[in-house]
């Protein structure tokens, strides 16, 4: 590519029987100097959108002659759940978000990962994959970085990377390698094997799923654009907040009786030790579940589909966090 220009494409995945190519759009946006290389990841899941939009609306806004190094935008991993409406490819069924590096001798998902993370791992300095909380939750825009044990990225690194996108909560996740909050590999997650690389990455949560939000669509192209100041990809100051929340602790709370689960919190709040969350009420009218924490405990993301069966989730909440500051 010349300095200064911006090219469309397609990443190869695979074929469908129709003979249809399946494949990943990408957005290459070169700038008229050499620098390091940002990499806007949209979606891993297919139901949640505002990530898609997000990275769209972020490369339609960039001049590349105003560039140095280049920026790489691929708004989503999966076009076929995206393409399904659901969060995982109705071929396999499998989360994406847990088949990094990826490989191609299994399921389609494996291919996805492969085709993905094959351009990442040679040409990204930094990585932001988007991603929503599922379309049964609200939620607040947040924040998640993982830390890779003795790798080159530090968390202050990330916390501060974080704090472009104003964060509602940082969380880190220290339940990498089989201890996960729900079952799962979150080895596989694409920022986990970004850092493993010596890349910085972490992951962005815009809201809900299948449900366009203008306003953290905005909050996330204004934290992209800081990310890239940050970078030295962008010219001009990032914009930042004094301190950001950051959880050390979370977890999702189950319920043990099916029925209607109808909460008594929003998302962002802080819950005091032993206030009510919500109550499961059947459809005979009696209250069978009543659920409580016993510490303080801030939401991160409250169900609102009301219909739950036994060991449904019906929130996720931080239940230890800490103010960091920045110079
Ligand atoms: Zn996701």
Same mark, same amino acid.
């Given at each position: 590519?010349?300095?200064?220009?911006?090219m469309q494409?397609?990443?190869?995945?695979?074929?469908?029987?129709?003979?249809?190519?399946?494949?990943?759009?990408?957005?290459?946006?070169?700038?008229?100097t050499?620098?390091?290389?940002?990499?806007i990841n949209?979606q891993?899941?297919?139901?949640?959108?505002?990530?898609?939009?997000?990275a769209?609306e972020?490369? *339609?806004? /960039?001049?590349?002659?105003? %560039?140095?190094?280049?920026?790489?935008?691929t708004? @989503?991993?999966n076009p076929?759940? !995206?393409?399904?409406?659901?969060k995982?490819?109705?071929q396999?069924?499998?989360d994406l978000d847990?088949?990094?590096?990826?490989?191609?001798?299994?399921?389609?998902?494996g291919?996805?990962?492969?085709a993905?993370?094959?351009?990442?791992?040679?040409?990204?300095?930094c990585?932001?994959?988007?991603?929503?909380?599922?379309?049964?939750?609200s939620?607040?825009?947040?924040?998640?970085?993982?830390?890779?044990?003795?790798?080159?990225?530090?968390?202050?690194?990330?916390?501060?990377m974080?704090?472009?996108?104003?964060?509602?909560?940082?969380?880190?996740?220290?339940d990498?390698?089989?201890?996960?909050?729900?079952?799962g590999?979150v080895?596989?997650a694409?920022?986990?094997q970004?850092?493993? *690389?010596? /890349?910085?990455?972490?992951? %962005?949560?815009?809201?809900?799923g299948?449900?366009? @939000?203008?306003?953290?669509?905005? !909050?996330?192209?204004?934290?992209l654009?800081?990310?890239?100041?940050?970078l030295?990809?962008?010219?001009?100051?990032?914009?930042a907040?004094?301190?950001?929340?950051r959880?050390?602790?979370r977890q999702?709370?189950?319920?043990?009786?099916?029925?209607?689960?109808?909460s008594?919190?929003?998302?962002?709040?802080i819950?005091?030790?032993?206030?009510?969350?919500?109550?499961v009420?059947?459809?005979k009218?009696?209250?069978?579940?009543?659920?409580?924490l016993?510490v303080?405990?801030?939401?991160i993301?409250?169900r609102r589909?009301?219909?739950?069966h036994?060991?449904d989730r019906?929130?996720?909440?931080?239940?230890?966090?800490?103010?960091v500051?920045?110079?």
């Amino acid at each position: 590519m010349p300095p200064g220009t911006r090219m469309q494409g397609d990443i190869p995945v695979g074929t469908m029987s129709s003979g249809a190519n399946i494949a990943l759009p990408v957005t290459l946006i070169k700038g008229t100097t050499p620098g390091p290389c940002l990499w806007i990841n949209g979606q891993v899941h297919g139901a949640e959108v505002n990530g898609v939009v997000a990275a769209v609306e972020f490369g *339609r806004r /960039i001049d590349p002659e105003s %560039v140095t190094g280049s920026i790489i935008i691929t708004p @989503t991993a999966n076009p076929l759940a !995206l393409d399904n409406h659901s969060k995982t490819a109705p071929q396999d069924l499998l989360d994406l978000d847990q088949n990094f590096p990826g490989e191609t001798s299994g399921t389609v998902t494996g291919h996805l990962a492969n085709a993905l993370f094959d351009q990442v791992r040679t040409m990204a300095s930094c990585l932001v994959n988007l991603h929503t909380m599922g379309p049964i939750y609200s939620s607040e825009p947040y924040c998640i970085y993982k830390i890779w044990p003795g790798g080159k990225v530090t968390e202050a690194q990330l916390l501060r990377m974080t704090s472009y996108f104003w964060p509602s909560m940082a969380c880190r996740r220290i339940d990498v390698g089989g201890t996960g909050e729900l079952p799962g590999n979150v080895d596989g997650a694409l920022d986990y094997q970004c850092l493993a *690389r010596g /890349i910085p990455a972490f992951m %962005v949560e815009l809201g809900q799923g299948s449900w366009y @939000t203008p306003q953290n669509v905005e !909050l996330a192209v204004r934290g992209l654009m800081s990310l890239g100041r940050h970078l030295g990809i962008l010219s001009g100051e990032p914009v930042a907040p004094a301190k950001i929340l950051r959880a050390t602790r979370r977890q999702w709370i189950m319920v043990r009786k099916g029925g209607l689960f109808l909460s008594t919190c929003d998302a962002k709040e802080i819950v005091p030790a032993g206030q009510l969350i919500g109550r499961v009420v059947t459809l005979k009218g009696e209250v069978v579940e009543e659920v409580r924490l016993q510490v303080d405990s801030f939401v991160i993301g409250i169900r609102r589909d009301p219909v739950v069966h036994t060991g449904d989730r019906i929130g996720l909440f931080a239940t230890e966090w800490d103010s960091v500051g920045f110079e």
